[in-house]
């Protein structure tokens, strides 16, 4: 009722002051709508009122009142919990004054600007000032182009300032991906759609959540410009729009979707729709579609309403949900997707059930929810892909040949940046003044990027007493917290660290639990000196000695509001303490930030994520009173396996699952810990798990296999991974000449002798791509196998990139010892090398393997992620 009375008092005022001055939003309803989810915003950032919301004691004109309230209605809250409204005031400022300075402001319609042009905001990254601080450097740049002219000149734009590198899943501001040259893609698009809307142009990441023919996934941009939207490859210019490396992926994607800041409600296909965002299903524009209907039944065969439906693909050795649909009233729920295969997993409360369909074959299915569990048992799931689909018309080869000009242009300017960072050899003589390990500070600047100035000034700022201290710090954060942290925050961290007996007795645990100031995928900020001065003595005692007392602090402090915070992104601790409005996963982390400023040992479990503190030796759990905490009493798993080439890794042949709240929850432990590395036994709680394992065959189908068991307390269980094997012949590919390679490693007798004893791997690439990055990422990690095969790696450039000579031995570091670099930019060695084969796709990078007699056993073309492992189980069959 309240709603509906701020609504007709908000249209009487529109009705006395409409004309009166400009509005921003002009839909009278939609801004009641706003203004509506504004004031819902206000009681729930209550406790950050100055902070927040004293900017409108400004005289604010209409238009950035109207703005600065869209931006508050529908953030999330780690939004609300970290930035103040002097940030966002300012950032609304250099929007609105963008809108009137571009050629193309009055074209945006008005939906378009206000949920992707005046958003911060791209996705789950950390925010920043980037559109204040480039505006005019990207406003002088593409001066005088149209709106589709400057988005491509923009993406040039960006590729001088960044390029691919693989990380961790925290996403960097787009400031502080400039500083460090380099971005994974989800930073490369979140960075490159910060640059367009800096220029008032309509921007958006989409994404697909997980490849079907690799176990990765990807992230690019759609800008839209002259009443259509267009997609291009972040940080990845092309001469044209619509074109990208990962186009041909994602016409076999199974899902590719955007998120819409805001209560959106255009035109497009909504796969989901909130009142803070709406996510959109873009998988039509790329690829070939169909709808399948799911309809959850009861064990008596009645519709079940709201029943949850998960459609999901596997990829990283789990079954990921690419989409989750709830059942309407008729007990239907419908996804639009690709057509490959797919799991699909219904639950509601403690009944659910699951079936693995072909989408192709598939209209509509039934699916029974139950309230039981399958058993010891295993399910093997033969498990089809999209197949690959005719290539798209390319543009002509002197169009690509101009592009690759500025490509090489552009990547001198960005390695000039580069080459601005420390030297070695400086980093060595700050450490022998420092009278401190050369080797660990050379490593720690050399890892720090761009940012080094200030790992030098946080060296300079600690006592000699600490460097020690310091150094330790430094090595066990991630790397990317060395390329985007202030000195300042680690600072606080080395002069608030409480230092108990620990740090004598058992040094790794107090590096790793007390010192350490990272605790999951949060930001990096000063929190010790924030708990030191906000906790009184008398709590500090007791919780020192009591450390549950800390969970019940949260309990009293803390609101849990975990659908507000749909970026998924983590407050930090003070955050999570200054708004008293959390998410679970934030309060874990504020719960182990508390410990730590204590001088408490404590981290978030390994697999469950769980906030646990140290005491006698034993990791405690801490569950807070919404939670259900299963049975202290724990089960013991230990892995082991036979398989060797290769041998299992988490997160890439296998997973462990726990079954909670209806579905079965995958344990996050360290992606590529191999089986054995997992030296000691799971302690897990007793309950019903499931383990997957996966092999992805060379044409991308997978052999998965589904096993269900019960583990009880004090259980004792060995789980032995094995991975399902292709009982098919070999595929052959055809005959080689290898004569023809003798031009290449004509001077290199130890290459002439591997290829004539085993053979080659031919590899060609176009080395400023991503996807020959993951190649040369993929043999890094298994160097040490594939040196152990006599055959030799060729890779062969065919960009036409001068830019860095893949000749220089220093191209080599991590990669199988026989590995040599050339070109082949006319493609001719490529087409002698398949004129007596069954190889005619020539999607880069081409990944052919041959045999010492010519044969030609393993052919891939196109992106890619897992060549290097399905060239180690070919291996054997080359000697």
Known sequence: MRVKIYSLLAILLFIITGCEEKHLITDVSYRVTVDSAFHSVLSLASNRNNDLFSVFDHDLPLEQQEALKFLYAFMPLNDLADYDGEFFLANVGRT??????????????????????????????????????????????????????????????????????????????????????????????????????????????????????????????????????????????????????????????????????????????????????????????????????????????????????????????????????????????????????????????????????????????????????????????????????????????????????????????????????????????????????????????????GNYNQIVELLGNVPDTMIDETISMLQVVSEKDLRDTRASVFLDHLKNTSYVELKDTDRKLFVNYILNPRISSEILSPWRSWFLEKLTADFRKDAFNDPEIIAGLLDSLLVLADKENYSRTPLTPTGTWSLKVTDSRSRAICYVAICRSLGIASRLDPGRNIPQFLKDGVWHDVYFKDQKAPSPEKGFVRFSSSDKNPVPQYYIHFTLARFENGRYNTLEYNENTGVNDFSEELQ???????????????????????????????????????????????????????????????????????????????????????????????????????????????????????????????????LPERTVFTNDLNLSLLKKMVRDSSVSDISFPVVIMVKSNGNIILHSSGYRIGIGEQILRLTSNTQ
């Open 684 to 814: 897990l709680p007793p309950g019903y798990y499931m383990l997957v394992t996966g092999n992805r065959l060379d044409d991308s189908r997978i052999l998965a296999s589904l096993t269900f068991f019960n583990l009880n307390e004090g259980e004792h269980r060995n789980i032995e991974i094995r991975l399902r094997q292709n009982m098919s012949p070999p595929v052959s590919y055809g005959h080689a000449e290898l004569s023809d390679l003798a031009p290449v490693i004509s001077s290199d007798n130890e290459m002439q002798r591997s290829l004539s004893e085993a053979g080659a791997v031919l590899l060609w690439t176009e080395p400023d791509r991503e996807p020959t990055k993951h190649v040369l990422n993929d043999l890094r990690s298994l160097s040490e196998e594939l040196n152990r095969w006599p055959g030799c790696f060729i890779f062969l450039n065919v960009s036409g990139s001068n830019t860095n000579d893949l000749r220089d031995p220093a191209s080599f570091a991590g």
């Open 96 to 449: 609105l004054s963008t809108r009137q300075l571009m050629p193309w402001g009055t074209e945006i319609p008005e939906e378009l600007f206000l949920h992707y042009v005046l958003p911060v905001r791209v996705n789950n990254e950390n925010l920043d000032s980037f559109r204040i601080i480039f505006h005019d450097e990207i406003a002088g740049r593409i001066k005088g182009k149209s709106m589709l002219e400057a988005a491509l000149e923009i993406n040039h734009w960006c590729h001088e300032k960044v390029t691919y590198q693989p990380s961790d899943s925290r996403t960097s501001s787009p400031v502080f991906t400039i500083l460090s040259a380099r971005g994974r893609c989800g930073e490369e698009s979140t960075f490159t759609v910060a640059a367009l809307r800096t220029a008032g142009i309509p921007a958006r990441q989409v994404y697909t959540p997980r490849w079907a023919h690799s176990d990765d996934n990807h992230a690019w941009v759609e800008f839209w410009a002259g009443g259509r939207w267009y997609y291009m490859g972040a940080c990845e210019p092309e001469p044209v729009p619509d074109r990208g490396w990962f186009t041909e992926p994602a016409r076999r994607a199974m899902m590719v979707h955007t998120k819409s800041f805001g209560a959106f409600s255009g035109d497009e296909n909504i796969l989901k729709r909130s009142e803070k965002y709406t996510e959109i299903n873009n998988l039509s524009k790329y690829a070939i579609t169909k709808k399948i209907f799911v309809r959850t039944l009861s064990a008596d065969h009645k519709t079940l309403k709201d029943a949850m439906v998960e459609y999901q693909l596997y990829n990283y050795a789990e079954f990921y949900p690419i989409a989750a649909v709830p059942s309407g009233e008729n007990g239907l729920s419908t996804l639009e997707t690709g057509l490959g295969d797919l799991l699909i997993w219904g639950y509601k409360d403690d009944c659910f059930g699951f079936r693995k369909i072909s989408v192709a074959e598939t209209d509509t299915i039934d699916l029974i929810l139950e309230n039981r569990q399958p058993g010891n048992i295993s399910l093997d799931l033969d498990l089809d892909v999209p197949v690959k689909r005719s290539p798209l018309p390319d543009i002509t080869g002197e169009i690509i040949s101009s592009n690759n000009a500025r490509l090489d242009d552009e990547n001198r300017i960005r390695e000039a940046y580069i080459n601005t960072w420390i030297t070695r050899k400086e980093a060595v003589a700050l450490a022998v003044r420092l009278k401190t390990d050369t080797g660990a500070i050379a490593d720690l600047l050399s890892r720090s990027m």
